[in-house]
Structures are given as C-alpha cells and as structure tokens.
C-alpha cells in the first residue's frame, strides 16, 4: 500500500475510536456529568479528529470540527454551561461529525443541508459577539475553511495533556506540594488548629493503606494545609524499593478534638509514625505515638484495592528490597524542608513514567488528590494519566487468528479420537498413557477456551452505534426516548457480533416506532414523556441473551389477533393463549401498522428479524404487558463455530440437527400416521397433521421409506415457521458439535448445512431442516439430479 | 495453476504417476499435498456417483472423487490398497481415489502431445495432453476439471 494511504487507514481506524470516546463522554455529558475531565476527553476526540484531518486536507471535516470544537472549547473554558438542551445539539453534532469521517473515509459526500443547519445550532449554542470574536462565521464561505486549514497543524501540539501527562504531573505535585510548607511557617492565626506530622512507615503500604487517602480524609475535617518533607527520600542509586521516606506535616484548622483527627488515622496509626500538636491555643499540648504506640489496634481493613502513591509507585520501579532506615528513625518530629536537597529530580520523573506506564491505575496519582487546594489542572492531568495507559493490544489480522482457531479445532478432535483409540485398546484407566492422554484434554481445553476467547469481543461494538439509531428514529417519529444499555460489556464471539446489528436495530426500532406511545398519549396515560428502551446484554446458560425492551403500551392484543384473522394467518375461531397471540407478530407477512413508515412497518418486521435470528441458531421470544410494555428477549450461541445438535441415525449414516430446530422428539404410533397419495406422510402430532419426512429417502440415501413405527421421528420447526417431523432410525445423543464448512472444499448440497467431525473422527453431516421441510412441502422430495458425467 | 502448459516453452517439471485399472495417469507434482490410504468416507446425499463421500482431513472436510469413476472407467469398491492423492485445485483441496501411485516423472513439457482426436469427450475434458515413457502412455490430467461444478462452467 501506499505510505500514505497507509498513514491515511490509521487515521480513519483512530477516528473510529476517537468518535466513540467522544460519544461516550457526550452520553456521560447528557447524563449530567459536567466533570472538567469528561468535556475534555471529547474535546480531545473532536481536536485530535481535525488535526489528522488538516494533515490529509479534509476542508469539509475540519471546517465542521473546527465549529464543533470551538463551542466544546467554551465549554471548557466555562463559557457555556451544560444544559440538557446543550448536550442534545452536542450529541447531533457528533453524529454530524461521525457523518464527515465516513464522507471522508469513501469519498462520498455529506447531508450539506444538514451541516449547515448543524453549523448554525452549534453557533446558536454561543451568543453572537463570542463567535464573530471567534470568527466562527463558517456559512458556506470558503474562507473560513481555508483560515482553518492553515490553523491546524498549530494546535495541533498546544493542547496534548495526555502524552506527557507523567512529567507535569510529578513535577507539578513536587512543586505544589512543596510550596504551602512556606505558609505553614507562617505566623499561626489566632483559630485553634491542629498541626499534625504524619510519617508513615514501610508496614503501612504494605498493607496496601494510602497516605493519600488518609489526606483526603483529613481534609473533610476542615482547611487543611498540607507540605511534603522528602529530605528523606534517598539519592536514587539508594532508593529501596519498599521502604518509606516521606513525611507529610499538616496544618488543619478548625476546632477539632482530638480524638476526631485521630479517628482519621485509625486504620494505619500503629504502622505509621504521627505526632498531634494542638496550636493555636497555649499551651501546647503534644500527642506523640512513638513506634510502638499503645493506641488499640485497629483490624487493617481499609480497601485493599487502593491505589499506590508516589512512594509506593517508587517502589515497584526499584526492585532491590533493603530495610529502610527512614522507617526505622525515630519519630522525632521532624521540621518541614522547603525542597528535596539531594533528590535526583530528573531520575524520579523517569522511573515514575516508567511506572506509570507498568501501573495503568498507578498512574492515577493520588497525590494529587491528597490536597484539594492542588492546581485543579494538576489534578486534571493525573486522571488524564489512565485514559492513555490503556492494557496493551495489538492488531491481529483476522486471517491469522481464525488459522489458529482452526488449528486448534483439529487438534480438539485429534484428541478425542486419540482418547477414544486408547480406551478400546483395552489400557487400563490408570495407566500412564490414560493419564497424559487426561492432561492433554486438560490442556486442549483450555487453548481452544483461550483461543475462542481472542476472537471473543464485547457486543459494546454493536451497542455504541445505537444511541445514535435511536435519536435518529425518535426524531423521525416524533417521540421522546431515552436508551438505557446494560451488559455492553459481555462478550460474544466476533461472528456473532457481527451479525447482531440488523436484529438489534430492527428490534430497536420497532420498539420506539410501535412500542412507545407520543409524548403526549404518554402524559395522558401517566407516564412520563420521555419514554424507556433498554437495550440489555447478558450471558445465560452459554448463551448470549440479547433483550429490548421498552415501557410503552404494550402489545394490543385484540388488534393483533383481529390483523391475524383478517390477513388469514389463524383460523377466526382459534382459541389462543395470550403468549401465542403476541407470537403472532413473528409470522411472515404481518405488519400492524396500517401507514407504512419510514422507520418499520414495512411488513417484513419481525418474522425478518426472527428468521435472521434462527439463521444464527438462536431463538427470540417476546413477553408483553398491556400498557406496560413489551420485552424482546433473544438468545444466541456464543460462537458460530460450534453447534448443539441432535447426533441422529438414518439409513446408517450418523447426522446432527440442529437442536435450535428441534420441538420434540416422540416415538410416532401407527394409528397416527397417514398416507396422503402414494408415499407421502403426515403424523398426527396433538390434533395437528405434519408432513412426516423419512430422513434416508429424503437424502436419496435409501429408496424404501422406514416403517414409521421402528423409527423416532423428531418435530422440527424451520426458520419459515413450518413444521416436519423427521423420521430417523435412532437418537444417539444430544452433542456440541464443532461447524465444518462444506463449501470450502466441495459445494453446497441441497438438505446438508454443513459437516462436522465426530469424537471417532468420521465426518457426519448436520442437517438443514429449512431446505428438508421446504423440499418436502413442494411434495418433490425425490428431485435427485444426477448430475451428467 | 502451476500445471499449466505454455506451448513454445520447454520447461522441465515433476509430476506424479498413478495407476487406474491398466492405464496410467500423471499430475503436477506441486499441486499433490500429500498420499494416504483408502479411509470409508461418509457419503454426501444427491451427489453424482464418482464423489465417494468425505473424510475427515485432521479436521477439514475432504471430498473425495473417484478418478476412475469420472474418466468413465471401470470401477470397483475401494479396499484398503486404494489410494488417495489428497490434491490442491484452486482454493479447494480434494482427496483423488486412484488404484495406485506408481512413479514420479521428471520431464519437460514439450514432449506433451496433445490429446488425439480419437478420445472420447469425456477423456478429452480432463486429459490435457499424452506422452510416452518407457513405451507407456501417460496422460496428463487437467485437475481444474475434476471437480462437477467447474464442468458445468465449462459446459
């Protein structure tokens, strides 16, 4: 490829991640959440999007970035408050945005219309004056472009907290924690206060308690002043790795007893060394735990999960374990240094980066917060810190990780056969090869988990992409409707994933268009305008449950069953449960809304989403409650790759269907079953005639039919809907049967979904219930073309 | 494909002999993958009676084409001294049953000669070419058209 088309693909990859960060932190943003730091990850995301765009001169995504940034920028600047009504544009503005990257991507173009309008609402966002100051006059004239173009590559390096984050971060704690010990001396006011010396020792963070914590606590007791001795931090060629140096002396103001600052260092007072002096008032009256303090110890309980300070992430860089002679000094109060003398500044700041770099949440130095006087920004940067420590990943292609994934399949079955020839060879259970032979399986199992578990991604890939669907269909309906998501989290394999997306947008959609009332119905009946879809992920019985589900009016159902009736669907007088009458909308041709939309109802709803979802082996139902909403619930394999079937036998062959097919199994009487014409069955299953297809004929394995009553026949549902009941030999078992394509080296064969490889290493082939039930309903079951030769 | 023969250019490769009956076949040594022993194979439904079935393949799924059969030969049930070339034809790998694989002939290809017009269609649709060795007749199989989908392009 191309270098630069290369350079080009990254960009458009980073963009994809970048718009997600950036809905993501809008999402946050609509929820109320005004934090500093989420309004600057997406003007991060929105910056970072123009500055690789001015590098490849994308006009139109740069003068539509530069609009949006700038009004992002107020924001953060605290120009422009955040209002439900702001975070609304904001979120259109991305998906505006999401639009030019992809413009950008195909070369296509964009909604010009809408981009204005977007340009303008933005706009509207600041007064008027603010945005001619900002020369944010951007409609349709190509000068501001070109003002922007050349704006670019300047910013582009101004604003880029993340990267260097570690630096500025120790060095700005440093300095800012060693700037108030010069107030600390100052001439002590009048108020009682308390000034207390806190020293903790090595014990202390190896119980994993945190100083920082401690000083937070402080500080909800009153102002507190806080200054950091690090006289004691060694030159760094003698820094050990699990010792303690540091000496905080803190000044608390407000009349406080004792026992209450006390109270604050219950939990590390025995490993630390503290010293109380109450000034203020004369005279002075000291309390002083030395080492060996009698105070009651208190049980180590504090979060074992908390975060390591500066110390502590020192400490984990230095490797060398000497005892500490800081910790064993004497708890002598010491007096507050202004600066470190012989501290190797430049050394620390390297070894913390490096340590934040091997400690993800490390990094989120706590020190910062152990004074909320601290530089805010400071404050800002240390949890910039994390965003970019992400866990390390690579790029795999796909190719490379399903080779492997097939490897791996082979190798599942070579041990099984291997097993299965060792055990008929008559070797005793205990013998050493039985036993190896149950190590490898051991291990077989877990590489194929692992293996399976590489191409295994969060549903957050489908998910993300919703809450735009959802403005956009609400929008164009006219409702109010706010999406909740649960389990983005859960994952499923890659395959599956991919195939997600059209049943949950269909379904989604149907939910909002059919589901949900207007506002005002809503209101009417009580509820809230704004109308709920949850939209829910979860694992179940290694499944992947899939639920949507909404609060609006529920299924009507009288409506529905009317609609069935009227379009011939039912029988008029057919007595069903209210569960079969919801199930009606599953049916192929029903659609009840009479108007057919933009959005659903096109007559193709459910029963499309329903036969998509069974393509995929999985299954869908639906629980409804009138006037409280609908639940949509479907559950899918895991993975593509493996199958549940029914390991069956006909006309000597081994065959699997697929158990997502089957209803039930039944052994078929002779008084049940009818001939209809010369050879053609049907099985009177509950009153209801299916046609009965002898399996072995059917594939042209036989030519005389199997007496029906010496076989089992199993009822099996198709993804149209029809039902069949096979007739085989014999049921063998039911069995996870791992997916062998048969196109892959042979051709599609009418009846046959594919193959798969059984535990003594025959191929058996998995049946296709939709072609089998189909063949047989166009009663030409014995269309067998020979092909010329 | 690497057994494709460009008239005016005598190139000298390897093929594989092996035996159907009386007669003698050969193909590109490059696209044989590797020779195993007749295994039973699952038969496939609604398949032309040269496609045995398939076997497992240390996993994949491999169809298996009686030779013989597709050259319109007389065949018998393969026994365990039958063997399969296990062969790549495009993307595809099949598994060729043949009586037995007797030599591997290293030969240019201008000594090919092409199929006279006394065969019958169906030799002529996968035999690309003869020549002599030793005072036998080999010909030389046109792999791409073994398989039935790639005969009905053909046709």
Not at chain 1, 1 to 24: N, R
Not at chain 1, 55 to 82: K, N, Q
Not at chain 1, 661 to 689: M, W, Y
Not at chain 1, 751 to 766: E, F, Q, S
């Amino acid at each position: 490829m191309d270098p630069f088309e290369s350079i080009k693909a990254t960009f458009f990859q980073e963009c994809e991640e970048l718009l997600t960060d950036m809905e993501s932190g809008l999402l946050a943003m609509e929820q109320g959440d005004d934090d500093s730091e989420t309004v600057n990850a997406v003007f991060r995301a929105v910056h970072s999007v123009k500055g690789g765009a001015g590098a490849f001169g994308l006009e139109e995504l740069i003068r539509f970035a530069h609009v949006f940034e700038t009004v992002l920028d107020e924001m953060r600047s605290g120009r422009l408050a955040l209002s439900d009504e702001v975070a609304k544009v904001l979120l259109r503005a991305s998906d505006v945005l999401a639009d030019h990257v992809a413009a950008a991507r195909s070369g296509g173009g964009v909604d010009e219309g809408r981009t204005v309008s977007m340009i303008a609402d933005l706009q509207g966002l600041i007064d008027h004056e603010r945005a001619n100051e900002l020369g944010l006059n951007v409609h349709g004239d190509g000068s501001a472009a070109e003002e922007d173009f050349g704006f670019v590559p300047v910013v582009l390096s101004l604003d880029e907290p993340a990267a260097e984050a570690p630096e500025t971060d120790i060095a700005a704690l440093l300095s800012a924690a060693a700037e108030p010990s010069v107030a600390a001396e100052a001439p002590e006011a009048a108020t009682p206060a308390w000034k207390v010396i806190f020293r903790p020792r090595a014990e202390m963070y190896a119980k994993a308690n945190e100083s920082a914590l401690v000083l937070r606590e402080l500080a909800r007791l009153g102002e507190v002043e806080v200054s950091l001795d690090t006289s004691g931090v060694p030159a760094l060629d003698q820094l050990s790795a699990e010792a303690a140096y540091l000496t905080w002396t803190i000044r608390l103001s407000g009349d406080r007893s004792e026992a209450e600052v006390r109270d604050v260092f219950e939990f590390v007072e025995d490993d630390c060394d503290l010293t109380m002096v109450r000034v203020g008032d004369a005279p002075e009256r000291v309390a002083a735990d030395g080492p060996d303090g009698d105070a009651p110890a208190s049980a180590v309980e504090a979060a074992a999960a908390a975060p390591l300070d500066l110390a502590a992430l020192l400490a984990r860089v230095a490797p060398a374990a000497e005892p500490a002679p800081a910790a064993a000094a004497p708890a002598a109060p010491p007096a507050p240094s202004p600066a470190p003398a012989d501290l190797d500044v430049a050394g620390l700041i390297a070894l913390a980066e490096k340590a934040s770099q091997d400690h993800a949440q490390a990094a989120q130095s706590p020190v910062a917060r152990a004074d909320p006087k601290l530089d805010q920004k400071a404050e800002a940067r240390a949890a910039a810190g994390p965003a970019t420590a992400a866990t390390p990943t690579i790029r795999v292609d796909l190719d490379r990780v399903d080779r492997l994934i097939n490897a791996v399949g082979e190798l599942v079955i070579q041990q099984a056969m291997l097993s299965q020839r060792v055990f008929e060879s008559g070797l005793a259970r205990s013998s050493d090869v039985a036993l190896g032979l149950e190590d490898l399986e051991l291990l077989t199992r877990e590489i194929q988990d692992s293996v399976m578990a590489i191409r295994a991604q969060p549903v957050k890939s489908v998910f993300q992409r919703m809450p735009r669907l959802v403005r956009e269909v609400a929008e164009a309906v006219g409702k109010k409707v706010r999406l909740v998501m649960d389990g983005e989290n859960t994952e499923v394999d890659k395959t599956v994933i991919e195939r997600l997306s059209d049943p949950i947008t269909h379904m989604l959609r149907n939910a909002i268009d059919h589901g949900l009332e207007t506002p005002d119905e809503r209101e009417a009946g009580g509820k809230s305008a704004e109308g709920a879809v949850r939209l829910a992920a979860l694992h179940r019985g290694g499944r992947i449950v899939i639920e949507v589900q909404d609060d609006g009016r529920g299924i009507n159902r009288p409506r529905v069953r009317g609609i069935a009736v009227a379009k011939g669907l039912i029988a008029e007088d057919a007595v069903l449960s209210d569960d079969e009458i919801d199930n009606l909308i599953f049916l192929p041709g029903f659609s009840t809304v009479d108007v057919v939309s933009d959005i659903s109802g096109r007559g193709v709803g459910m029963d499309v989403v329903k036969r998509s979802i069974q393509a995929l082996g999985g299954r869908i139902s639906i629980t409804s409650e009138p006037g409280k909403g609908s639940k949509f619930s479907m559950s899918l394999p895991l993975t593509l790759a493996v199958l549940d079937g029914m390991v069956v036998s006909a006309a000597d062959q081994t065959l699997v269907a697929p158990l997502s097919n089957i209803v039930e199994s039944l052994t078929p009487r002779a008084e049940d079953v009818h001939l209809i014409g010369g050879r053609d069955a049907v099985i009177c299953i509950r009153d209801t005639f299916v046609p009965l297809i002898d399996v072995g004929v059917a594939l042209g394995f036989r030519d005389t039919p199997l007496p029906p009553t010496s076989g089992v026949a199993v009822l099996v549902e198709s993804e149209g809907g029809g039902k069949a009941a096979l007739l085989v030999e014999a049921i063998q078992g039911q069995r996870q049967v791992v997916i062998k394509s048969l196109e892959a080296n042979y051709q599609q064969i009418h009846g046959v979904a594919a193959a798969t490889i059984l535990g003594d290493g025959r191929v058996a082939l998995i049946l296709d219930v939709d072609a089998l039930v189909t063949t047989s309903r166009r009663k030409s079951p014995r269309i067998e073309k020979r092909m010329a030769v | 494909m690497t057994d494709t023969v460009t008239p005016g250019v005598a190139q000298r490769r390897e093929l594989i002999a092996f035996r159907i009956g009386d007669q003698e076949f050969c193909v590109d040594i490059m696209s044989v993958r590797e020779i195993r022993g007749w295994a039973p194979a699952t038969p496939l439904p609604r398949t032309p009676s040269f496609v045995k079935g398939v076997i497992n393949l240390r996993g994949a799924v491999l169809p298996i084409i009686d030779l013989g059969a597709r050259l319109g030969l007389n065949t018998s049930e393969p026994t365990a001294r039958h063997v399969i070339m296990v062969v790549h034809i495009g993307q595809r790998t099949i598994g060729l049953l043949v009586d037995a694989v007797s030599d591997i002939i290293n030969m240019s290809d201008d000594l090919v000669q092409p199929t006279p017009d006394v065969a019958s269609d169906q030799v002529k649709t996968f035999v690309k070419g003869l020549f002599a060795l030793d005072g036998r007749m080999v010909s030389l199989i046109a792999l791409d058209r073994v398989l039935p989908e790639t005969e009905a392009e053909a046709a």
